[in-house]
């Protein structure tokens, strides 16, 4: 395991990052401490979850029903905030919980209740009645627990909103955050180049002071690159390192549990490396993806194929092939494609799968130019599109061709010349200008990266991390953090992405450029404009 502690070293030459980048700490010395005792510990994940640790479920009911329901639905910081500072929703004052304001007496309307002692707090919880015996506001659940689980919640509720209520991570003077990349096995250079660009912007953040007064500690676990690996370095960071949030981690295809386990916990991701990131409906609340994945720039470039088919295929109806390699990772992609060629009425003459690696080239070489195809939507690898793309050259059918730069990348510099010209690729990244380069270079203290794509990747995510403290202020919480990253609207985090973040929305970029190719620099020119795909079908 790697640890990299960003400060005030300047990262512009080699040497420098060369000190960053090995410097090793142990783990005692970078570990964060709890300053709650275990029992208000297992009390804070009562109050923030509606749950703890023990099997036994905690359960609330409202006091205009009869039906218990399992307590998560009613968790205590919904309403009354994390740090117990209360809310004002809909007219209705829902109260602070701090011990200040519970062990003084409250004067409200029509009514004065005594001071609150643990009795009769556990009295409020269960029976839904104020030290005084009024029965509280018809919307405060009654809650049904364990007495440990009552004990817990009480001892963490002497403590709430107070110096040491603080979340894993955050201290006085730092705050540790981590990320969960490939540091050995194939992906090992884009471990090594997303850690240099994120260490280079916590250290240039603490050379200016940190954040409230916070310098910025970054640790790194392992993930090999794989899905395994990837949610068993994300569970050390979390549950060992005790980190505040994850940026930056690599996220693999076929990585379900990562995400989950994140919501489980109540970590915040921010700007996971997903190349075609999954997003439920609801989201997970807890992971903020920055651009748009490859089902909805398939859906871009059939949207660009309708409404330009005269001009790329000289056919207002033209004939399309639906090219795609059969793994699961592709799955949504593929029928998301379907159904937005359907919704356009365009006619799909060739929908074919074909093993990675083994594309039965011939074969469709024939189909291809048995039904007349004018388009080809490719969903797979550059290696094999370069093999269909060579065959056809050879019997002299050129198609255009449409991919993502995802997943064809440095490929189309190979094509058949004859190809160069008719080939289309979808990204949710501008190509790199000279200043992007120039600013990863200084981030990273190195000339070249071999990574640039997943490097700026990475500077976004931290840039958005950052920004996203700012906002939330002296008084940092993960649910604060949260808070302030549903407030960014258009907010440019470098390399000219702009995010917008909602209670609802976790991906920060939806619009997709379309670039064409040349034989003449620059290679890659845009298209289209920046797109969001037409509604869904």
């Known amino acids: 395991m790697i640890r990299i502690m960003a400060s005030s070293v300047h990262l512009l030459s080699r040497l420098a990052l060369l000190i960053l980048m090995v410097l090793t700490v142990s783990a005692s010395a970078l570990a964060w401490t709890d300053p709650l005792t275990p029992g208000a510990r297992a009390g804070r994940m009562i109050y923030q979850r509606g749950a703890g640790e023990e099997m036994d479920p905690i359960e609330a009911q409202s006091q205009e029903s009869d039906v218990w329901l399992p307590a998560t639905l009613f968790r205590c910081a919904q309403c009354h905030g994390a740090r117990g500072e209360g809310s004002q929703e809909g007219g209705l004052r829902v109260p602070p919980l701090t011990p200040a304001v519970l062990r003084s007496s409250d004067s409200g309307p029509g009514r004065r209740r005594r001071p609150y002692t643990d009795e009769t707090l556990l009295r409020a919880i269960t029976e839904g009645r104020d030290a005084s015996g009024n029965r509280l506001q018809p919307a405060m659940p009654r809650y049904r627990m364990t007495t440990a689980q009552s004990t817990a919640l009480l001892a963490y509720m002497r403590e709430l909103g107070g110096d040491a ?49 916070r310098r910025v500690i970054f640790v790194t676990e392992d993930s090999q690159g794989e899905p395994n690996g990837t949610v068993e370095a994300t569970r050390l960071l979390v549950e060992r390192d005790k980190v505040f949030a994850l940026v930056g981690n690599f996220s693999p295809s076929g990585d379900e549990r990562t995400g989950a386990f994140l919501q ?3 970590v915040p991701l921010i700007g996971p490396l997903a190349l075609s990131p999954k997003i439920s409906d609801p989201p997970n609340p807890y992971v903020f993806y920055s651009l748009p994945g490859f089902a909805l720039q398939f859906r871009v470039l059939i949207d660009l194929l309708a409404g330009r088919a005269s001009e790329l295929v000289g056919s207002a109806q033209p004939r399309v092939a639906v090219i795609h390699a059969q793994a699961s990772v592709n799955d949504e992609t593929h029928q998301s494609a379907l159904a937005q060629a359907a919704r356009h009425g365009l006619t799909v003459v060739l929908n074919e799968g074909y093993p990675i690696g083994r594309l039965a080239v011939q074969p469709l070489v024939t189909q291809i130019k048995v039904q007349r195809v004018d388009a080809i939507l490719w969903i797979g690898e550059g290696e094999d599109l370069l093999v269909l793309a060579r065959a056809l050259a050879r019997e002299r059918i050129f198609p255009i061709l449409f991919g993502a730069v995802g997943m064809v990348g440095g490929r189309v510099a190979q094509l058949p010349p004859e190809f160069r010209s008719k080939v289309y ?8 200008t000279a200043k992007d380069i120039a600013r990863l270079a200084a981030l990273t203290g190195q000339d070249t990266l071999a990574s640039v794509g997943y490097a700026r990747m990475a500077q976004i995510a931290g840039v958005a991390f950052l920004e996203a403290l700012k906002r939330a202020g002296r008084d940092l919480s993960r649910l604060a953090l949260i808070g302030s990253l549903e407030t960014f609207a258009n907010q440019d985090e470098g390399a000219g992405i702009p995010l917008s973040f909602g209670p609802g929305r976790r991906l920060g970029h939806d619009r997709v450029l379309v670039l064409g190719f040349s034989d003449d620099p620059p290679m890659a020119v845009p298209y289209s404009d920046w797109t969001a795909p037409k509604s869904r079908p």
Not at 183 to 208: H, K, W, Y
Not at 425 to 432: D, H, K, R, S, V
């Open 165 to 213: 209520d603080v979340d894993p991570g955050i201290a006085s003077d730092s705050i540790t955050v981590g990320a969960a990349l490939p540091r050995s096995g194939p992906l090992a250079q884009i471990g090594r180049d997303v850690s240099a660009t994120l260490a280079g912007l916590f250290a240039s953040m603490n050379d200016r002071g940190g954040i409230y007064g």
């Open 425 to 432: 690729l979808a990204t949710g990244l501008p190509p790199p």
């Open 264 to 266: 489980q916990q109540q």
